[in-house]
Structures are given as C-alpha cells and as structure tokens.
C-alpha cells in the first residue's frame, strides 16, 4: 500500500540577504512580506522516495544536487529517489550567494526528511485537472499558455468514509513574479497566497509545482512600475495582485475537487535519466553582436562573457557539452517530469500532445534553475530569455551560448520516448 509521510519548515532568513531575480543597484531584502517555506513528501511503497518544494528562485544544480545527496542520506536512497521543485519566486534570497543561508536551509529540510519519514501512513490518491488562466506569453512568438491546474489529492486510507485531504498537490504555469523590482521584502510571491486560500479551505497542506514557466508572465501583477513582462494586453496591475492569482486558482480547484476519484492500489516511481546536449561557442564578432544588443535593447552591462568567449576562441574550443538529467515522478496516470532550466511552455504542451495523457506535466525548476530553454521557434526569436541572459548566468554553468536549436527536439523525444517507455 502507498504511504505518505508529511513536513514543513519555515525558511524564511532572520536577516537582510541578497535577492535573486531583478537588477537593482541595491538588491538587499528589507523585510518579509510573508514567510518562505519549504514541504516535504515522503512516498513509500516498494521504494522510497522524496519530493521537496522550496520557495526560491531556484538554486544551482550544484547546490541542489548536494541538498539532494544529504536527503538521501537521511532515507537510504540515491539522489534520483529525491525531487527538488523550486516555486521561483523572484522575492527570496540568492542562495549561490548566501552560502550561510543556503546551510542552514539544508539543515532545517534534513530534519523535516526525518520527521516525515515518521509520519508515513496508508494513503489514497486521485487526480484531475481545473482550468485557471493565471498566465500570458511574454514572448512574441505565441500566445500559448499552459492553464491547466494539475491537482492530484492524498487521503488517510485508514479512515474510511473520511473526505478530508492529508495533502493536496498543485501544478500550475506561471512565473513567480507578481511582485516585480520595486519590491524588495521576502516574499513566496503567488504561490504562498495559494497554499493559504486552499488550505484553509481543505484543512491540508497544499504543495505548489512550478511548471514550464520560461515565457509566461503573471496575468496580474502588483507595482508601481510597469516592466517589459507587463506590457501585454492582457496584463492587469492590481494591488491585490498576489490574492487575485491565489483566488483564480482556488476558484479553479473548487470547481473539479470534489468530482475526483480516489485509487487504493496505485504505484509510486521516481527515476532520473540523463541525455547529452551541445552549444556552440560563438565567434568573437558573434559575441560583440550580442553583447551590443544585450546593452542597448535590455540594459545589460558584459561583465566577463565577451572575455570568456575569446578565451574559448583562443584555445579552439567551438562546442561545449552537458550532461541534463531528466527526473519523473509517477503516480498512476499523473507524472511530473522536470529538469533544472527555465523551459517555454512549448515543451509542456508539445509533450501532452504527443503523448495524448493530460496528466503529464513537463516542468522547470526542478533540482535546481539554470537558464533559459528554448523551443526551435524561441531559439529563432531571440532576445533576453535565448542571447541576452546569457551575459549574465554563464557563470553559473559551463557554457557560454543556449543549446543548440535542435536540443529541444532532441529533449522532447528523450523524454517522450526512452523516458516515458520505462514507466
């Protein structure tokens, strides 16, 4: 029988740290507009295995692959039998650079680990979709956005006739940036105003999952500026911006949970398996182009990419290869599959399609957030989210250019095929 075991903690810092995920001259948090935390599950039936959401934007995959080797410690698995899934709030503190932070978020998680794995008791579980048009494509390629609220519900096996959840998981597709650049107080952004409407309604503790979020912007948002990601039509300043996300959603929910069917026998497994993907080195005239638009079309000053790409140069290297794990969680028809980028929400929609199973959700932010992903119609397009950043967030990996247009073709097969067959 399915078991689930439960945690939180709270980890919100007790002191200023440096946000991640605006430019700003001053990047300090200066105070907490609500608290941050992280929840744990601890899935056994023939195997054990974890998955753990932390509000943040996302922390390296070094980073993340170390919380994962420690949790594994914990309850004697492999890191690929422990799933990180970052919210990707834009409010929280950069992890990479408040390494005191970073240790005492592992420690507080360790022991949640612990205190879940002796929570665990027989669970049922069900699953369906809600609707929830929280989200508008920032790019301009497409219009497309993933509305789909994926719910999957846990119940206490053990008392029949009882409806109350134990857990209710969410998987939606938005950016955590409702709250944008003039504001610099810790903040789970939308996803912590979910988690409070829902589980207040529930009487459970709500996990929220980020999906593939690299194109879609918040459709309401709360500042007093109006940024590049808030300029679309259907983009709505509003002052309750975070509530306005967390009632759409929760509207959504409450229309379809009750109609949901629970299953008594079904099977929990959680995998990695990795592909090899390519970038080029760009030419040196190649880069000046880039760094030159970076510049005047987004504000972005090169401080060492131009640098970086003529030593490439200089030393003959063209090509830079990495390997990207690829990690699923099933549960019956309802699969999480994720990766540490910020994919367009093509590769969500693309792979429900190919695979015809509305509970498939291709995800972002999950062990870690490294750059963006692009589709071949987003590598063609251009811009911040494909060249741009890349002056930016190189350091944080070992490569200076996006992937190859193709690697997202060559991704989308892996994990529809090879992936999806070993299920």
């Not at 970076?294 to 830079?320: P, R, S, Y």
């Amino acid at each position: 029988m399915l078991k689930l075991g439960l945690a939180e903690v709270d980890i919100t810092p007790d002191r200023p740290m440096e946000l991640v995920g605006f430019y700003r001259e001053d990047n300090r948090s200066k105070g907490v507009l609500k608290p941050l935390m992280a929840q744990v599950a601890v899935w056994k039936n023939e195997e054990r295995c974890c998955l753990i959401t932390i509000d943040s934007i996302g922390f390296t995959k070094e980073l993340s692959d170390k919380l994962r080797i420690k949790v594994g410690g914990v309850l004697g698995v492999t890191k690929e039998k422990v799933m990180l899934c970052f919210s990707h709030t834009h409010a929280a503190p950069d992890a990479d650079m408040e390494r005191e932070y970073y240790d005492e978020i592992c420690v507080k998680i360790e022991d949640a680990v612990l205190r879940a794995l002796n929570d665990l008791t027989p669970v049922n579980v069900g699953w369906k979709n809600a609707t929830a048009h929280i989200g508008v494509n920032r790019r301009p390629v497409t219009k497309d956005t993933d509305d789909r609220v994926g719910i999957l519900i846990v119940c206490d096996a053990d008392k029949k006739g009882e409806t109350t959840p134990k857990l209710i998981i969410l998987r939606v597709t938005t950016h955590g940036n409702v709250l944008k650049a003039d504001n610099t107080m810790i903040s789970p952004d939308y996803f912590g105003d979910t988690r409070e409407v829902i589980g207040r309604k529930y009487h459970c503790p709500v996990m929220m999952i980020q999906g593939s979020a690299g194109s879609t912007a918040p459709r309401y948002f709360c500042s007093g500026n109006t940024p590049v990601d808030a300029r679309m039509e259907e983009c709505v300043r509003s002052k309750t911006g975070l509530a306005d996300m967390a009632n759409t959603i929760a509207d959504s929910v409450t229309k379809v949970i009750d109609d949901i069917e629970l299953h008594h026998d079904c099977d929990i497994r959680m995998f990695s398996k990795y592909i090899e993907l390519t970038a080029d080195v760009p030419t040196v005239e190649e880069a000046i182009k880039v760094a030159k638009e970076a510049k005047e079309l987004c504000g972005i000053i090169d401080t060492g990419w131009m640098e970086k790409v003529a030593a490439l140069n200089t030393a003959g290297v063209h090509e830079q290869s990495e390997d990207v794990e690829m990690q699923y969680l099933s549960i019956g028809d309802w699969c999480l599959c994720g990766g540490p980028y910020e994919f367009m929400v093509g590769f969500a929609l693309e792979t429900e399609r190919i695979l015809g199973n509305e509970f498939f959700y291709f995800n972002g932010y999950t062990n870690g957030c490294l750059l963006y992903f692009p589709t071949e119609d987003e590598f063609d397009a251009g811009g911040y989210e494909v060249f741009w950043s890349m002056l930016i967030y190189y350091k944080y990996i070992d490569r200076v250019y996006p992937f190859r247009r193709d690697a997202a073709s060559k991704l989308i097969k892996f994990v529809t095929e090879k992936m999806y067959a070993d299920l």
